[in-house]
């Protein structure tokens, strides 16, 4: 299993358990619901490697907000990595919040909350740092996220190949650009990380 070399990741034996589960109920799910394309053991393995990775240099938050979380990346595989972390996994369509809360009851995930709702009409809740995987552009989600986000706000955007030209459009200046190979960039913007 590609998890079996994490221990750089402080992660428990509990989360791989977790992972197991997460993957049954994917395959199980998928299947039917049409949640993923990809549902083979190494893909859905690669996705939540993809999804801890960051581990490695992110700072340490309180509140994580995830937006457009679908099948649970990266949001919903943080959260079983980060049980002391509150995360809320903001998901608009309601057959995958269905699953998102299958999964959290299932893996009896305390930390989490599930908002059914498009991220720009939430506006009870300010987080710490705001998550996304293969959403929107960066300057758009940088302006649909102002609800939940303050002036210490940080941000974690998985991006891909096109990264360079959203910068230049976003107009942002302090970030951080981490390679981990030529399909995936993580773009950090951190700010008021402890």
């Given at each position: 299993m590609i998890l079996d070399n994490i221990e750089e990741l402080n992660i428990d034996k509990e989360f791989l358990k977790k992972c197991e589960e997460f993957k049954k109920?994917?395959?199980h799910w998928g299947k039917i619901h049409n949640l993923s394309a990809e549902l083979e053991d190494i893909k859905i393995e690669n996705n939540i490697y993809d999804?801890?990775?960051?581990?490695k240099f992110?700072?340490?938050?309180?509140?994580?907000a995830d937006i457009g979380t679908g099948a649970g990346y990266p949001g919903l595989i943080?959260?079983?990595a980060r049980p002391n972390?509150?995360?809320?996994?903001?998901?608009?369509?309601?057959?995958?919040?269905?699953?998102?809360?299958?999964v959290k009851n299932s893996l009896k995930l305390e930390n989490v909350e599930i908002l059914c709702n498009r991220v720009e009409y939430v506006k009870d809740i300010k987080v710490e740092l705001i998550t996304?995987?293969?959403?929107?552009?960066?300057?758009?989600?940088?302006?649909?996220?102002?609800n939940?986000?303050?002036?210490?706000?940080?941000?974690?955007?998985?991006?891909?190949s096109m990264l360079e030209s959203e910068l230049e459009?976003?107009?942002?200046?302090?970030?951080?650009?981490?390679?981990?190979?030529?399909?995936?960039?993580?773009?950090y913007i951190n700010k008021g990380a402890k």
């Open positions: 109920i994917l395959q999804s801890i990775y960051v581990l992110i700072k340490s938050y309180t509140s994580v943080l959260a079983m972390i509150k995360f809320y996994l903001i998901e608009p369509r309601a057959k995958r919040v269905a699953f998102l809360n299958f996304s995987r293969a959403v929107t552009n960066t300057a758009l989600l940088l302006n649909l996220t102002k939940i986000s303050d002036e210490n706000t940080s941000y974690l955007f998985y991006k891909g459009e976003a107009k942002i200046y302090n970030y951080k650009i981490i390679k981990k190979d030529e399909k995936r960039n993580y773009l």
